[in-house]
């Protein structure tokens, strides 16, 4: 098995809280915002862009994402989770899904690939050697956060915010979906 091969049999996301400083620099975000623009992306629309968020720009965002909490009358026990990933973060990657109009490439089509961009950071993110995982929440859908705290177009939104540092900790397993479970062979 190639060693490409295991890394994706046990690759596991690092959950944010436990991330810790040094954050990769500026050079080796660029690298990995480089492997991540190598995903599939049918007809080279780029549907997609980043935002780098450092450790100033996410505390910028903690009270922003605090006060739409609040105005969105959202749960209150799940506020501080929600609004953490900016009080708390230390670098993340907003990937943005920017749909282009297409005649040929479906809107749903580019989304997907703003998602395999998603995963495609993270993996890359992982595999050299980064505690790194893959966050939304209500802040990468509220216009209002998006707008006024990222500067995004009306038809733009957030499909994930990738938060990449040192770990401090392994990650811990967790339940795997029922692969045969989920599947159904069509022979004829």
Known sequence: MTDALTFLQTRRSTPAKTLRKPVPT??????LLTIAARSPDHKKLEPWRFIVLSEAALKRLG??????????????????????????????????????????????????????????????????????????????????????GLGLAPHEFVAGFIHIATRSATPPERPRPDVPGLTTWLEV
Not at 26 to 31: K, L, Q, V, W
Not at 95 to 113: F, H, M, N
Not at 120 to 145: K, V
């Open 26 to 31: 500026r050079p080796e975000i660029e690298a």
């Open 63 to 148: 009270p922003l994402a605090e006060s739409r909490y609040d105005a969105l009358d959202l749960p209150a026990d799940k506020r501080a989770k929600t609004c953490s990933q900016f009080n708390d973060g230390l670098l993340a990657v907003a990937v943005i899904a920017s749909p282009r109009p297409s005649d040929l490439v479906p809107e749903a089509e580019q989304i997907l690939s703003a998602g395999a961009v998603c995963l495609a950071l993270l993996n890359g993110a992982l595999a050299s050697g980064w505690g790194a995982n893959w966050l939304s929440g209500p802040m990468a859908h509220d216009r209002a956060f998006l707008e006024t």
